[in-house]
């Protein structure tokens, strides 16, 4: 009886300290899991931001209707930033402070990510799949940050190459605003020039909400430049490739990253945008719309909202369903060292995205591929993959 009551004890013990872990960790109660996002869903980038919370929402949806993760519902909490940092700091203020959030997810801008590193760290919360390409996404410490992909640096050094080799061009510049989402992007621009043995000739700094580029395209035809890589707004991208074409510059090859490989980009009317270049790390969705898991998604998402997906709405639902994943894996006792080390377990095929998805103990990047794809006839069309 003796042995009886003492294994009672302890199994009491152990089941009251997993209790009273949960009660600690924030974010996290018996039948709820809060999850948040400092986002853009009224500035230069909403085309982003908003596909890609709906996107989410469409798989948090399904999980929870489907008894959640361990008996826990997750709730999603999105603040918009509008692209500035004032909003993006009183997002992440209320985020912490006031919704008490578990983790992170989806957070959208460089410099707004950046300055949430400083109240996020302090409080170990996990930052996952930042809607941002930057290295410092990664930057110490590293242990509570998780990205998706390749980074701005390298998607703009392999695409100019790519464009280097494939046109004999002989000079880079680039567009850019002056953050460090532009500065990035400027650099990994001049490293592949250097790469391919080519010369960086100019570069123009401009306003988020600057809208014309007339003068700035004039110098750059003055440099000799054959290649102009893009660190600017959706619409501003839109603009610079449009005012190019009505000035005669046909022969000037614009390159974006991952930040203007969107299918609105695509799908401007009157072929405004035919000929554009985007370096990114993931596939396009409705070039891949036949296949099995690209079908379902979009199957599943208009059921659900109505709508056609986009790209970006196709990366709100992968990155939603990597972090149920995680959640999963830590267990019911979630805290937020156990998400952390589960987040280090990953290691799957995403076909939705066209990527194998690996993190490890000092791997917190889950795919490091880089695909450069063109605009043809108002859709994207994959041209080289590194």
């Given amino acids: 009886m003796r042995n009886v009551i003492t294994r009672l004890a302890a199994a009491t013990a152990l089941t009251a300290a997993a209790s009273f872990a949960s009660a600690q960790t924030q974010g996290v109660t018996d039948d709820e899991i809060v999850i948040g996002s400092v986002n853009d869903l009224s500035g230069i980038f909403a085309a982003v931001g908003v596909p890609a919370i709906k996107g989410a929402n469409v798989y948090f949806d399904r999980v929870n209707a489907e008894g959640g993760v361990h008996g826990r519902q997750i709730r999603y909490v999105v603040e918009d930033n509008g692209y500035q940092m004032p909003r993006a700091m009183q997002g992440y203020n209320k ?165 203007s490989f969107l299918t609105v980009v695509a799908q401007v009317p009157g072929g405004v945008t035919d000929g554009f270049y985007a370096a990114a790390s993931w596939q396009d969705l409705w ?17 659900a909202t109505g709508e056609d997906p986009v790209g970006f709405a196709m990366l709100g639902y992968a990155a939603a369903d990597m972090m149920v994943r995680a959640l999963e894996a830590a267990g019911p006792d979630l805290t937020q060292e156990s998400f952390i080390a589960a987040m280090e377990t990953l290691d799957y095929q995403d076909d939705l995205v066209g990527n194998h998805m690996t993190f490890g103990p000092d791997d917190h990047q889950g795919a490091d591929s880089v695909y450069v794809s063109v605009v043809e006839n108002g859709a994207w069309k994959m041209v080289y993959e590194e």
């Fill in 95 to 259: 985020l912490l402070n006031r919704d008490k959030v578990f983790a992170m997810l989806q957070s959208l801008g460089t410099p707004m990510n950046l300055a949430g590193f400083k109240l996020l760290d302090p409080k170990g919360i996990p930052n996952v799949a930042p809607l941002t390409a930057a290295r410092q996404m990664l930057q110490d410490p590293m242990d509570n940050k998780f990205t998706s992909f390749s980074t701005y640096f390298d998607q703009s050094r392999v695409g100019v190459k790519y464009l280097a080799e494939q046109f004999g061009a002989q000079n880079v510049c680039t567009m850019y605003l002056p953050t460090d989402f532009g500065e990035e992007i400027l650099e990994g621009s001049k490293a592949g020039a250097e790469e391919a043995g080519i010369n960086f000739a100019a570069e123009t700094t401009h306003k988020p909400d600057e809208a014309d580029f007339v003068g700035s395209l004039s110098k750059l035809k003055e440099e000799g430049c054959d290649i102009v890589t893009i660190a600017l707004g959706v619409r501003q991208a839109i603009t610079v490739v449009g005012t190019a074409k009505k000035m005669g510059l046909e022969e000037m090859k614009f390159l974006g990253t991952s930040a």
């Fill in 287 to 303: 070039a891949r719309a036949d296949e099995p898991a690209p079908a379902a998604f979009i199957e599943e998402y208009k059921a």
